[in-house]
């Protein structure tokens, strides 16, 4: 009575399941574009080293993960590297393949490196054979699917809600008869008869395509580096799913799409199975770097030293502290662009106290913001919520602000809707003229307002609350010696008309700005029935300290002061300070924009306000690019030290760290998200095909979840190429992130013991790792464990 | 003063040319005159407009080009998006290997199109026609490395040049005839001896030229492909050159509209196009590629109107649209957010069975009242014209009953209908002014006879039936029996894949 289903040997079935599952992990989850933060797009990668990925890379994705030697060999030239730093790389590269002296490596200068080529896919010799091009109308189809199945509310007609990706795609492409017209001639029929789960598909494409266990991974992860940013977007969904304790099949789903393509081409075409069968065989092998890969990986190492050197003259000692209580107090995040903003601050006057920390405050919030039911998670990537809040106006504005949004969504879709989208052009479309001039001078987008205050909702007991409050203390350093004001400062980044306009926002709050995490953080310090539990953390706070909250607008340097949120009587005691702390900030600002304006194209100092406001804008600010550093230090190791914006720094002082708990939580956390973003900086740098997100000026966005190039097609996620390059020379020097950490040497050993993910980052050279002694390098991590001393260097050059 | 043949905004044409000349001095990357020059130009071109429209009508002389109301408007139209477009780019395309080519090409598109919206003879209209599509498919070739952006480019041309030979074919037919190519004299003339023969056939062959070059169906699939230029041509192209085919109409109206036949093509196709392309961009996710799809229905909307013969209302329809889309495509990098805050409010109180149709009545209630307000204010109005102001008003239907869905607060009720009632009034009182201008310049609607009868009432009778859809939607868009229809749709039925395959759209290029 039952049709006998086909069989597989389970062996090969769980082997080939194993593949698909490694190719899958192998990709780089893509944050959505409304909040996305960086990812290490080598995430997958991580267990191996960079030319171990990069032949892999080469082979899955036709890339390198080396820049053009070219660029080396002129840094070499100009005496950025020298000798001294080839040399180092040369003897500390663990590979066996490595040159045997400096002539030989500095002789490969100038080779020429082919670029890389993946074994061919189906598509591929398909399109050779028939001169269709496959693999672009692969692109175009499954773009087409994938476009409405990830939209988030972009179009007016999306599919059902909720259907898993494969049977989506199923329902849709044995309906789309544009592959038949492209010359596939029962493409509709080898859907529908398709099976129905991907697990399955996968499988019997698997057989069709004659793919062995070996061969099964790299042919897989090949195939979803072939979908692009639609696959990243699916690792994403997992990599959501998985923290919430579940799972998700959308990236089985894609493969199983992309394979399904596979076996009805070569089914079309049997006589490309020979070719197809040698392609096949090239991914059986094991990848493994090639010398050239290595001679890459080498000069890498070498323009990091270099950077190294420079700035462990730079560094050079720490300066006294001062023992005097501070007359200001400013807690900011850890992101690069809060380097130059702290020390122009701190040169405003003698005894302004800076602090680094991430920009969270080490509040993990799922927050509803004003007027909104749908809840932001302002807080890294790798953490999961665990408190909520809200922020709410008092009736009636409340109301009045949600009836006026939905009212406009209302009109929106009165003009996107099919009929009416004509009523709409006759009635509203002159009054677009005005929207033009207040467009062409800078009004595109109207200021929103400040949002109501944050509340923790439910609010936790005051014990609670104090523990939660004392923990962000710790972990910013902070647990006496307070000002009279401490300014808790997030940072944002207001521009216009940019779809990654939350790439450049903080990290650490998710993609979104960090008003409401400072917010909520000084509305906690600042309530007595929290302060009354302070000290039982260890905590000694006078009473005479107040916690304002701040936003450091990252592409104007201005700050704005959230005052209102302060209770009257707390803000009339404390006017003097505030008054004098605005106008410090603004001051700082002035500097900053001065430093700042240098590096962009075209601007002043005076015109950064502008540019922010500008629809045109494609490079509103350089955002993080040039981060090259990571100091968890006492501020008295990086005070009045001119770091160009390319530092993390976060406050870290290893002798109040009891069980050195904050240094486990730096290296953990902080220093993870660094990495990433470094890394994914790195690889819209230098590998922009493919992971970066492609030209500005032709991006078309998708589903309110990323962007395409052109017409249609992949999705592309990374940094577009206007985000690292600036027209002539790149932006961002492409350099792997330099750790630095003052503490013991054996503290920070064991803590990489206990965190073997966080140690392979580092033993596998995807990071630098030295420790500082008193604000100067000390030594030097080896991969695999151990620390070798580092040579006293000259103070700053 | 009538000796000298050029008025202020036929001088404009020039300003940018020679602007667009020096640019092409220095192509490359961030020429020292690309942030002022272009904008210094487009400004001063729209000075010149300007100061051609305030002329209008004062001296319309007898030279090729004319600042008619009608040339006036469109050359003012054209030059203020002009300006808004080049101050764009100066920002926008700073840092580009090829930036002042980018100029110089923008500038000169810019000037041909100056010299379209005015030309009064069809010789200079057919050139500056010829011009436009030569220096587009450039542009639309910016980026000559992208497959999909030479695969977009061939069929822009393919598309445009075709409506080319139609319209030199009928200029030249047309000369042939009556010895004339000075559109206004050809008006006269026709206007006092009626159509002959050939004013038959040229009529056909402007009605076809006009279908290809505004992105007609079944010609649309050049238009949605072009996202392949840099985002201020798509501003430019779909605010000032798609609409060109509109222009010429227009220009033509009482050649076009002494051919009943040609007409009712106009009307029917113009209508089908309309609702083509209103339902597939429904399906597309991506902004710029619906944004593209809009545009083929609203030109489609604009042939319905010309079809109908409520031709100062597809003038007011063509600079409606220009504004809307260049804004529209200009800030289409404001996706991300518009989705992330029209989810914010949580989900869309979807509208029943009882609140459609009370929203229908209540629509079609608030036409009579200001269309009875209108005609006694403004006299009688022609059928089609209130046929057209009906498919509008089913249009506003839809706003109306998202305000009454059985979910939706008292207070979004009365936002609605407040918005309801004044996009009615804007409407009708935009409609006044537009007879108010061009009306005197452009033949009334023809007296409907059966076919014309027939056609407004499939006209109407469609619009009513997809808007009576559109405002059910919720209720059945997500049945599964509408899952395979929308497909379909979102595939524009295949016709692109169809030329694809005819012009070889699908086969491998080889990178240049």
């Known amino acids: ?797 | 003063m009538t000796a000298f043949p050029l008025a202020p905004a036929q001088l404009a044409p020039l300003v940018l040319a020679i602007a667009a000349a020096a640019m092409m001095m220095r192509p490359g990357r961030r020429p020292p005159a690309a942030r002022l020059l272009p904008q210094a130009a487009s400004l001063a071109a729209l000075a010149l407009a300007l100061g051609g429209a305030a002329l209008a009508g004062a001296d319309e002389g007898g030279g090729p080009m004319r600042a008619d109301a009608i040339g006036a408007t469109m050359a003012t139209l054209v030059a203020f998006i002009g300006w808004i477009v080049t101050r764009y780019a100066a920002r926008y395309m700073d840092g580009e290997p090829r930036e002042g080519r980018f100029h110089a090409l923008m500038l000169a598109t810019l000037a041909a199109v100056l010299v379209l919206a005015q030309a009064a003879h069809l010789a200079l209209l057919a050139a500056a026609f010829a011009a436009t599509g030569l220096l587009l498919r450039q542009l639309l070739l910016f980026y000559p490395e992208r497959p999909a952006a030479r695969r977009a480019a061939a069929k822009f041309a393919l598309v445009w040049h075709a409506g080319d030979a139609a319209l030199i074919l009928a200029a030249a037919i047309l000369w042939a005839a009556h010895g004339l190519g000075d559109m206004a004299a050809l008006r006269a003339l026709i206007g006092e001896a009626g159509p002959g023969a050939a004013d038959h056939v040229a009529a056909a062959l402007v009605v076809l030229a006009a279908l290809l070059k505004t992105a007609a169906f079944p010609a649309h699939g050049w238009l949605t492909e072009v996202m392949e230029a840099p985002t201020p041509v798509s501003a430019l192209l779909h605010a000032g050159v798609v609409n060109a085919g509109g222009v010429l109409l227009i220009r033509l109206a009482d050649l076009v509209q002494a051919s009943p036949a040609a007409m009712a093509a106009l009307a029917f196709m113009g209508g089908l196009t309309a609702l083509f392309g209103a339902v597939v961009m429904l399906a597309q996710s991506a902004v710029k590629t619906a944004l593209a799809w809009s545009t083929v229905g609203q030109m489609g909307f604009m042939l319905l109107q010309c079809g109908l013969g409520l031709w100062p209302l597809a003038l007011l329809h063509i600079i409606a649209h220009g504004l809307y889309k260049s804004h529209a495509f200009l800030t289409a990098g404001m996706a991300v957010a518009e989705v992330r805050a029209a989810r914010k409010p949580g989900p869309v109180a979807a509208p029943g069975w009882g609140a459609v149709a009370r929203a229908f009545a209540l629509s079609l209630a608030l036409y009579a009242a200001m269309a009875g307000l209108f005609m006694a204010i403004a006299g009688p109005k022609s059928p089609q014209a209130l046929a057209l102001g009906a498919m509008l008003v089913f249009g506003v239907a839809y706003l109306v009953a998202q305000g009454l869905a059985d979910a939706a607060p008292r207070a979004l009720t009365w936002r609605t209908a407040l918005a309801s009632a004044g996009a009615a009034a804007a409407y009708f009182g935009f409609q006044l002014g537009a007879q108010a201008l061009w009306g005197a310049h452009l033949p009334a609607p023809p007296d409907p006879g059966p076919l014309e009868w027939a056609l407004i009432v499939l006209a109407v009778g469609s619009f009513g039936l997809v808007a009576l859809a559109q405002a059910l939607f919720p209720l059945w868009a997500h049945h599964p029996a509408a899952a395979g229809l929308r497909v379909h749709v979102a595939n524009g039925f295949y016709l692109n894949a169809l030329l694809d395959k005819a012009i070889g759209g699908f086969r491998t290029v080889k990178a240049k």
């Not at chain 1, 490196?113 to 496959?134: C, F, H, I, K, S």
């Not at chain 1, 004001?485 to 008309?497: D, I």
């Open chain 1, 1 to 797: 009575m039952f049709m006998k289903q086909t069989d597989f040997a389970p062996a090969r079935m769980s082997a080939l399941l194993g593949a698909a599952e490694a190719a899958a992990r192998a990709i780089p989850p893509a944050f959505p574009l409304d909040a996305t933060v960086a990812v290490n797009p080598f995430m997958g990668q991580a267990g191996e080293t960079p030319a171990a990925a990069s032949a892999r890379l080469a082979r899955t994705a036709g890339v390198r993960l080396f820049g053009p030697r070219a660029r080396i060999a002129a840094e070499i030239a100009a005496g950025r590297i020298a000798d001294e730093d080839l040399v180092e790389a040369l003897i500390a590269c663990p590979s066996s393949l490595k040159p045997a002296d400096l002539g030989l490596l500095k002789s490969r200068l100038g080779a020429p490196r082919p670029e890389p080529e993946a074994p061919p896919t189906v598509a591929d010799l398909a399109a050779q054979r028939t001169g269709v091009d496959w693999p672009a109308v692969i692109e175009r189809c499954v773009g087409l699917w994938a476009a409405g199945h990830f939209d988030r509310g972009q179009a007016l007609w999306l599919p059902a809600p909720g259907a898993d990706a494969w049977a989506s795609w199923r329902a849709w492409a044995a309906r789309d008869l544009t592959p038949e017209i492209a010359g596939l001639a029962g493409f509709c029929a080898h859907v529908s008869a398709a099976p129905d789960t991907p697990e399955r598909a996968i499988c019997r494409a698997a057989d069709a395509l004659e793919l062995d266990e070996a061969a099964a991974e790299t042919a897989f992860h090949r195939l979803l580096m072939d979908l692009g940013g639609w696959a990243q977007h699916a690792r994403w969904l997992l990599w959501r799913a998985e923290q919430e304790g579940g799972t998700d099949r959308t990236l089985a789903g894609l493969l199983a799409i992309r394979l399904i393509w596979e076996e009805a081409l070569l089914a079309r075409h049997p006589d490309l199975a020979e070719r197809w069968r040698a392609a096949a065989a090239a991914h059986a092998a094991p990848t493994a770097p090639s010398i050239e890969d290595v001679i890459d990986w080498i000069l890498q190492d070498a323009a990091e030293r270099a950077f190294q050197r420079r700035l462990a003259a730079r560094l050079g000692g720490a300066a006294p502290a001062s023992p005097a209580r501070p007359t200001l107090q400013a807690a900011f995040c850890i992101d690069v662009r809060s380097e130059p903003f702290r020390r122009a601050l701190e040169a405003q006057a003698p005894g302004i106290e800076t602090i680094g920390c991430a920009g969270f405050f080490g509040l993990p919030v799922a927050h509803l913001p004003h007027a909104s039911d749908v809840d932001e998670a302002r807080l890294p990537a790798l953490l999961r919520p665990t408190l909520s809040s809200v922020a709410r106006a008092p009736e009636p504005r409340e109301r009045a602000a949600r009836i006026k949004a939905r009212a406009i969504r209302a009109w929106g879709r009165f003009r996107q809707a099919a009929v009416s989208s004509f009523a709409f052009v006759e009635a509203a479309g002159p009054a677009y003229g005005g929207k033009l001039l207040a467009g062409a001078f800078g009004r595109a987008a109207k200021d929103g307002g400040l949002e109501p205050a944050p509340r923790l909702d439910p609010a936790p007991d005051p014990a609670a609350r104090a523990k939660a409050a004392a923990s962000a203390l710790a972990a910013m350093g902070l647990t006496k010696g307070f000002a009279r004001l401490v300014l808790l400062v997030g940072h944002g980044a207001r521009m216009t008309n940019n779809p990654h306009e939350s790439a450049y926002r903080c990290g650490a709050c998710g993609g979104h700005d960090g008003a409401v995490s400072a917010r909520l953080l000084a509305g906690l310090l600042n309530d007595p029935e929290t302060r009354a539990h302070l000290p039982a953390h260890g905590v000694e706070l006078p009473d005479d300290t107040l916690f304002l909250a701040a936003l450091h607008e990252t592409t104007t340097d201005e700050a704005i002061l959230f005052e209102a949120d302060l209770p009257a009587a707390r803000a009339a005691a404390h006017a003097a300070e505030i008054g004098r702390a605005r106008g410090w900030l603004a001051a700082a600002g002035r500097q900053v924009r001065a430093e700042r304006a240098l590096r962009l194209p075209g601007a002043t100092p005076d015109t950064l306000a502008a540019r922010a406001r500008d629809w045109a804008e494609v490079r509103p600010e350089w955002g993080l690019a040039g981060c090259a550093a990571f100091i968890a230090a006492p501020r008295a190791a990086t005070a009045g030290k001119d770091l160009g914006g390319r530092a993390f720094l976060h406050s870290y002082d290893w002798r109040g760290d009891k069980g050195f708990a904050t240094l486990e939580l730096i290296l953990t956390a902080p220093v993870v998200v660094a990495g990433w973003i470094s890394l994914q900086y790195y690889a819209s740098a230098v590998a922009p095909e493919v992971f970066g997100a492609g030209n500005k000026l032709i991006h078309n966005v998708v589903g309110g979840i990323g962007v395409v190039e052109g017409n249609g097609g992949r999705l592309r996620a990374g940094l577009p190429w206007q985000a690292v390059h600036d027209g002539e020379r790149l932006a961002h020097e492409p350099l792997r992130l330099t750790v630095l950490v003052e503490a013991p040497p054996e503290a920070i050993s064991d803590v990489l013991a206990r965190h073997p993910q966080v140690a392979a980052l580092f033993d596998n050279g995807w990071l630098h790792l030295m420790q500082l002694e008193d604000g100067r390098v000390a030594a030097r991590y080896r991969p695999g464990g151990g620390w070798r001393a580092e040579a006293p260097v000259a103070a700053a050059a």
